[in-house]
Nanobody, 127 residues
Framework: QLQLRESGGGLVQAGGSLRLSCAAS????????MGWFRQAPGKERELVAA???????????YYVDSVKGRFTITRDDAKNQLYLQMDSLKPEDTAVYYC?????????????????WGQGTQVTVSS
């Protein structure tokens, strides 16, 4: 069974950067599309960024409009890791960030298509 564990969250000032990591264990993620979701207090969980399996069109990425140009999702299948580089952070980026995996290579936006989840890591951006 695939297990995911996030790390790298914390408190940062607006304009700063953080790099989130997601370590996968139990099996390899080569054939999984992967995503980073976030949930702010009082809001629904949303997909921030996703990346297809590298065998699917070479690794297609998706970003929600609010993070385009600031966040970068990457994966290292040799290390069984997923990353989210977050630059130019804003207070509205404050949320719990979750790593998730789909059982196939193609990515989807809706969370019901992801069947493995991490516990989440808190990101807080102060103004």
């Amino acid at each position: 069974q695939l297990q995911l564990r996030e790390s790298g969250g914390g408190l940062v000032q607006a304009g700063g950067s953080l790099r989130l990591s997601c370590a996968a264990s139990g099996r390899t993620i080569n054939d999984n599309a992967m995503g980073w979701f976030r949930q702010a207090p009082g809001k629904e969980r949303e997909l921030v960024a996703a990346i297809s399996g590298l065998g699917y069109l070479g690794g297609v990425t998706y970003y929600v409009d609010s993070v385009k140009g600031r966040f970068t999702i990457t994966r290292d299948d040799a290390k069984n890791q997923l990353y989210l580089q977050m630059d130019s952070l804003k207070p509205e980026d404050t949320a719990v960030y979750y790593c998730a995996a789909r059982p196939v290579r193609s990515m989807m936006v809706a969370e019901q298509y992801y069947d493995a989840w991490g516990q989440g890591t808190q990101v807080t951006v102060s103004s």
